[in-house]
């Protein structure tokens, strides 16, 4: 899945998946997780969020169950 970089401290990329609605993020640690069931635009206002790391906390981080992938 190709990510694009995020500007946020603890956030290094985001990528996703449209077909299958998933979301997949890096982590600034190195650790990439991938979470399921995300429509496109949540992805899209993490994306464009003033504060990616916030809004991935706020709408993201407890709405959705992460699968590690690294």
Do not use: C, H, W
């Amino acid at each position: 899945m190709e990510r694009k970089r995020l500007n946020a401290s603890n956030l290094r990329s985001a990528g996703y998946d449209a077909r299958n609605r998933v979301l997949e993020i890096e982590f600034s640690n190195g650790g990439i997780n991938q979470y399921a069931g995300v429509s496109e635009e949540i992805y899209r206002r993490l994306m464009n969020a003033p504060s990616p790391g916030s809004y991935f906390r706020d709408e993201i981080e407890e709405s959705f169950t992460a699968k590690r992938v690294r």
